[in-house]
């Protein structure tokens, strides 16, 4: 699985949907600078309000990301920094396979939020989505 669509799935659990939303915000406002993606984690630096926050989030283990910003748990910079994964492609390691096999493991609910925010976040899925109901 590639590490944008897991840590998707990180933050459908982990964050509430304000704090998705502002991330998105964010990421589409070119808010996050600097992005380094490493093996095991990616940095960015956010330009805040004024701030320069910086973000580290990790890809295995995602409870463990950071941010020098003055929020307390996960924050919009973290959600923000994953969403910008998207613009540097999937990760070559990771298959179909392996994506579909940890999907398997998860709740209706959680596919369906899945679902929903990769709709809002990406247009050719939406398309898909659409293309697919149709049919039925
Ligand atoms: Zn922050």
Avoid: W
Wanted: hydrophobic share 35%; net charge negative.
């Amino acid at each position: 699985m590639d590490h944008f669509s897991h840590l998707m799935i990180e933050m459908e659990i982990h964050l509430n949907p304000t704090i998705m939303k502002r991330g998105l915000a964010y990421y589409r406002s070119n808010r996050i600078v600097d992005v380094e993606i490493f093996p095991s984690h990616v940095h960015g630096n956010v330009n805040g309000k004024g701030d320069e926050y910086e973000t580290i989030v990790y890809f295995d283990r995602f409870e463990r990301s950071i941010c020098t910003c003055p929020f307390t748990g996960y924050c919009k910079h973290i959600a923000a920094l994953v969403f910008t994964l998207q613009d540097f492609g999937i990760d070559e390691r990771t298959s179909i396979s392996s994506t579909m096999k940890e999907l398997s493991n998860r709740s209706k609910e959680e596919l369906l939020h899945l679902i929903q925010d990769l709709a809002v976040t990406n247009p050719q899925a939406h398309q898909a989505l659409l293309k697919h109901n149709k049919k039925e």
